[in-house]
């Protein structure tokens, strides 16, 4: 494919980029407006899409952490915790995309940590957020590669840090179309962390130095086994269930609700009794899944309508809430992790491993590679392409309870034998505030 950038100075090129962003801007703002119209969390805020933040009244030195929505927060929970504990005096600010990102930093830390809407990547939104924050240091989790902001914090010297870093195939791919501006926008990160081998070889194909990468594990692993420990089995079980076999489907995507449902119809030839726990990734697609459900004659109950048991008739319980699928799959005998019969990239199944869950995920995990590979080379997890096949790993696990509990040890040692991310992270930072720990503060 022909690069159009390729021939441009690098400095040119920003600026198209720059202008290509300028001139999109209004159909940014028409977008937040319109998921406005289903979700209001969109249309709040939007000053802060734009750089414009009130200067906080603190003068404390602020570390600034970006996980771009739900699942990169989850993951930097556990290193923004030692954070909080290492550095008392800092204040750390967690900037999300997403409102359902936001509402989970909110869970999470309860008023602990400052939370903003990271400003889109114009240079005037980024000027302005970076004078009136003044960050001493930026972590950004996983794959947030913005030209302007990176630019911006390495011309005004404050270090940006990749963690857990991951780049997949086809987003390698994707950036080497435009190496004129995702080149430069690496080698302006002081260091990337990356969480496997493949991972940190692909940044050094994009052109990343090979000295500032590391390879310091997955956040997630950690993250996995501090969750369990905090989420123990509670009356929630005969709660919702009763003594009834339950699978999940957590973090499901659109076009992945059909089937699922096609498979629990499979399931229940056999599992007559079987309860099918539904959690789609984006809460604000639940009543398109009620009434999906609903049309095929099927008996649903949703969380925030539950009363303090679930009917005996209930066939799906909807999980429209945030922040309870570690609860939930206590609960499950079987949990399917989502994202991954469409092209979606999949979902981290480190959560249910981690609770001892046996697993069940589809083809498609480009974000994940490294960890379902490790967890198929020891058969900690089953692998389905389609709706029949969904049904017959769900049916297998539901009736052999030895199988359930082998899966389910499997996973959850792989989990706990990964652990040491934060600590690695940690030392990393360490050499931008180490200094100000010494002394009390974090500059």
Request: proline share 5%; with cysteine.
């Amino acid at each position: 494919m022909l690069n159009p950038l390729r021939g441009f100075p690098v400095n040119l090129t920003r600026l198209l980029y720059s202008l290509v962003l300028y001139l999109g801007a209004p159909l940014a703002l028409c977008y937040l407006l319109l998921r406005g119209v289903k979700n209001r969390a969109y249309r709040q805020r939007i000053p802060e899409r734009f750089g414009c933040i009130r200067a906080a009244a603190s003068t404390a030195p602020v570390i600034w952490v970006h996980a771009v929505s739900v699942g990169e927060v989850q993951a930097a929970a556990s290193l923004v915790r030692r954070l909080l504990g290492t550095y008392p005096h800092c204040r750390v600010l967690l900037t999300t995309v997403t409102p359902t990102g936001a509402a989970r930093v909110e869970a999470l830390f309860a008023g602990a940590v400052e939370h903003r809407y990271l400003p889109y990547d114009l240079p005037h939104a980024v000027h302005l957020f970076l004078r009136r924050v003044k960050p001493r240091l930026l972590v950004i989790l996983e794959t947030e590669i913005w030209p302007n902001l990176l630019y911006h914090c390495h011309h005004r010297g404050i270090p940006a840090i990749l963690v857990n870093a991951r780049l997949s195939a086809a987003s390698l791919r994707s950036y080497l179309r435009c190496r004129r501006l995702s080149a430069p926008a690496v080698r302006w990160l002081g260091h990337i962390a990356a969480r496997g081998e493949q991972d940190a070889a692909r940044f050094v194909a994009l052109g990343a130095d090979p000295v500032r990468v590391s390879i310091t594990g997955d956040l997630k692993f950690d993250m996995a086994m501090q969750d369990a420990a905090t989420v123990s089995a509670s009356s929630l079980r005969r709660t919702v269930a009763g003594t009834r076999p339950v699978w999940i489907a957590a973090s499901t995507h659109a076009g992945e609700e059909e089937p699922v449902l096609d498979a629990f119809d499979r399931v229940r030839g056999t599992v007559a009794d079987c309860l099918l726990v539904l959690a789609p990734r984006h809460p604000e697609r639940c009543d398109q899944v009620y009434d999906r459900c609903r049309r095929r004659g099927l008996e649903v109950v949703r969380r925030t309508d539950a009363a303090r048991s679930t009917p005996e008739d209930t066939d799906v319980y909807l999980l429209d809430t945030l922040g309870e699928l570690s609860r939930f799959y206590i609960c499950a005998d079987v949990a399917f992790i989502g994202g991954s019969l469409v092209p979606a990239g999949g979902h981290n199944v480190l959560e249910a491993a981690a609770l001892g869950v046996p697993l069940v995920s589809g083809e498609h995990t480009a974000n994940f590679t490294e960890i379902i590979e490790l967890f198929k080379a020891e058969q900690a997890l089953t692998i389905v392409t389609d709706a029949a096949q969904l049904a017959a790993a769900v049916t297998r696990l539901l009736q052999d309870k030895q199988l359930r509990q082998t899966c389910g040890l499997r996973g959850q040692r792989l989990v706990q034998q990964h652990q040491g991310a934060t600590d690695a992270v940690m030392a990393l930072l360490e050499r931008y505030l180490d200094h100000g720990r010494r002394h009390g503060r974090c500059d």
